[in-house]
């Protein structure tokens, strides 16, 4: 076995390898900048591998130190400079971007007919406002600012322009709000809101409308035009009624206005500032006791006789019998409340009430109530009407010479005697002074002389004096409706009495209201008054048949066929209110139907027919018989049936 040492075997030693030869002459060259090391000769060994050391964190926490107080002195420098040094010019600047109140317009109740038609509503609308602070100088940075805006606005809103200039320059420079335009369309703000956004977005231009507003608002429009003008009225430029039923429910309609406030910086709300709101509560609908469809077919009868007679104007008043209501009330000419602007002042209001005027023989039918009821006669009374009758200071004749009639009193109606008419009411006391006072008496139960109770704007309670002043031919002449004066309203009244069995029902125009919670509260009940028996109201009512239906009658212009017709014609001397005196004439025709069992009364007159006849019978007949034949037909009401009463006129001696 061969033994092994645990001695290192020697080590060979390896020859170097011999370096190579330098030529002769070569020049050794060290190496220069640029020149690649020399690699040193591996040793085989490893390098021993140092500890890691942690920076000291105190340099950069000296550093955050000094970036924070850096920033906190900026801070503290910028809140001195601002509550300190430039401390009123940031308080002059805080007066336009500030709180602001402005008032929310609670929306006006609606107006209908007694079916719920429309007749006047709301629509949306915007009062276009201005705070003329910020068109100044110093805030808009340019001298014409509001020049600028007014050649913006003008055009839009259709006004003048220098106008506008004065409104967003006032003499008050401390003023913060100007009203430019009220109850302008939401197409109108529009308008003006886009131009002002379009001046907000360009840079370099100064918006001169960042200081022009809306407050919303309500707009009031008429469906229907000129249709119940006079009923209705109009709402003026402050949104009050200005007449009529707008004006006569002004406190029902108009509602309760609210109010919001809210921060506003530049013009525009600043949404994260909050805003404080009191909402408005809107106003009550009225419903009125008007039919639209009868309205307007009263209305287009008497405007196209008004113009053919060439009239200064005429009224047409219908009413329901049974209750008083009034189921249409026109006048012409009439307007149209939409635009003012083009209406006849002569024209507005509602001539049916605000005229007072003599009424002539249509006031006979109360003289011979009065006689009826005090029993100084009968319809068969036999009563000679001469040719001419002297009484106190005059000499009276009828509207046509004749030779004597002898009438019944019956006749006397028929054929709208005056003369008849003065015999039979001084039947009514032993002297004439004490027929005086009864008549009166009864002239006033059917409401002559007083207010109707509408209580509408501008009514006229019309002219009756006391008996013991009536002149001497007043005594005379008031039998037969000269020298006292009436509206149109009382005078349909009258026959309405009549027709309800002698009752006399206060007339009315309003069925009632429904508030902002939808409740429905009927209007008061109307006063009733008995004024003559029902014996006599019938009796009444059948000597006004024989007006319309005897061939005698002056009013066989208003027949209807199928109904029994009851009514009267009138022609008076007219006073023209400009001078005082007599000129022209008032013609009239009153009546209601069906005469057996009334249902609606039917009341015309026209003022000053210059053109055609001026005759009550010939040009307000046709107008009754027209509206009452189709009042009729709308409310459906059928023919009774009954034989007419045919009282005779006259009789042989």
């Not at 390896?14 to 690649?36: E, F, T």
């Not at 201005?130 to 110093?138: E, G, N, V």
């Amino acid at each position: 076995m061969t033994e092994v040492s645990d001695r290192e075997p020697p080590r060979r030693r390896v020859p170097r390898p011999a370096k190579p030869s330098r030529p002769q002459g070569a020049v050794r060259r060290r190496p220069g900048p640029g020149a690649r090391p020399a690699r040193r000769p591996s040793t085989g060994r490893v390098p021993a591998q140092r500890p890691l050391r942690l920076g000291s964190p105190r340099p950069r926490l000296r550093l955050v130190g000094l970036a924070l107080g850096l920033v906190l002195t900026v801070f503290v420098v910028r809140l001195l400079q601002v509550q300190a040094v430039e401390a009123s010019a940031y308080a002059a600047k805080a007066e336009v971007n500030r709180y602001v109140v402005h008032t929310l317009a609670a929306e006006r109740g609606g107006i209908t007919d007694r079916n719920g038609v429309a007749l006047a509503v709301s629509e949306d609308a915007y009062d276009i406002t201005a705070d003329p602070t910020m068109f100044s100088a110093k805030q808009l940075k340019i001298a014409d600012g509001p020049e600028r805006a007014a050649a913006l606005l003008a055009p839009i809103l259709g006004q003048d322009q220098a106008a506008l200039v004065k409104k967003l320059r006032p003499a008050d420079k401390n003023s913060r709000y100007a009203r430019l335009a009220t109850r302008q369309t939401p197409q109108v703000w529009k308008q003006i809101k886009d131009l002002k956004s379009a001046l907000a977005q360009k840079t370099g231009t100064a918006n001169v409308l960042a200081g022009v507003f809306a407050d919303p608002s309500s707009q009031r429009v008429y469906p229907n035009g000129d249709l119940a003008a006079g009923i209705l009225g109009w709402v003026n430029a402050d949104g009050q009624g200005g007449g009529g039923i707008e004006q006569m429910l002004e406190k029902q309609l108009v509602g309760k206005n609210g109010k919001i406030r809210y921060a506003q910086s530049g013009g525009r709300e600043v949404p994260t500032a909050g805003s404080a709101e009191t909402p408005a509560v809107p106003g009550s609908d009225v419903e009125l006791t008007i039919d639209r469809d009868i309205q307007w077919a009263a209305q287009n009868a008497i405007t196209e006789q008004v113009k053919k007679s060439k009239a200064d104007r005429g009224y047409v008043v219908v009413q329901d019998t049974r209750t008083g209501q009034i189921l249409a009330m026109a006048d012409a000419p009439g307007f149209d409340p939409n635009d003012l602007s083009k209406a006849d002042p002569d024209a507005l209001g509602n001539a049916a009430v605000q005229d007072a005027y003599e009424p002539g023989s249509t006031a006979k039918v109360m003289s011979m109530a009065a006689v009826l009821q005090e029993n100084a006669a009968t319809p068969l009374t036999h009563v000679v009407v001469p040719n001419r009758l002297h009484r106190g200071d005059r000499l009276f004749q009828d509207d046509i010479d004749h030779a004597t009639w002898d009438l019944t009193l019956n006749g006397v109606l028929a054929k709208s005697s005056n003369i008849g008419t003065i015999l039979a009411t001084g039947q009514l006391g032993r002297t004439q002074p004490q027929a005086n006072k009864v008549l009166y008496s009864y002239l006033r139960k059917f409401g002559i002389g007083g207010y109707t109770g509408l209580h509408f704007p501008g009514e006229t309670p019309g002219i009756l004096a006391p008996p013991q002043k009536w002149s001497t031919s007043q005594q005379y002449t008031i039998p037969f409706g000269q020298g006292f004066s009436i509206n149109a309203l009382q005078a349909a009244s009258v026959y309405s009495t009549i027709a309800n069995g002698g009752v006399r029902i206060q007339p009315s125009l309003i069925r009632g209201t429904k508030g902002p919670d939808g409740r429905f509260t009927p209007a008061a009940k109307p006063v009733e008054t008995r004024v003559v028996s029902a014996k006599t109201a019938k009796s009444v009512a059948e000597m006004l048949e024989s007006v319309v239906d005897d061939e005698q009658g002056t009013g066989i212009s208003a027949r209807i066929p199928g109904y029994n017709v009851a009514g009267k014609t009138g022609t008076a001397n007219r006073v023209d209110p400009a001078t005082g005196k007599y000129r022209g004439y008032t013609s009239s025709f009153a009546g209601f139907a069906p005469a057996d069992k009334p249902r609606i009364t039917v009341y015309c007159a026209i003022q000053n027919a210059t053109s055609g006849g001026y005759f009550g019978g010939q040009i307000c007949g046709p107008i009754y018989k027209k509206v009452m034949e189709f009042a009729l037909k709308t409310l459906q009401v059928p023919p009774t049936g009954a034989p007419p009463a045919n009282l005779p006129v006259s009789y042989k001696p």
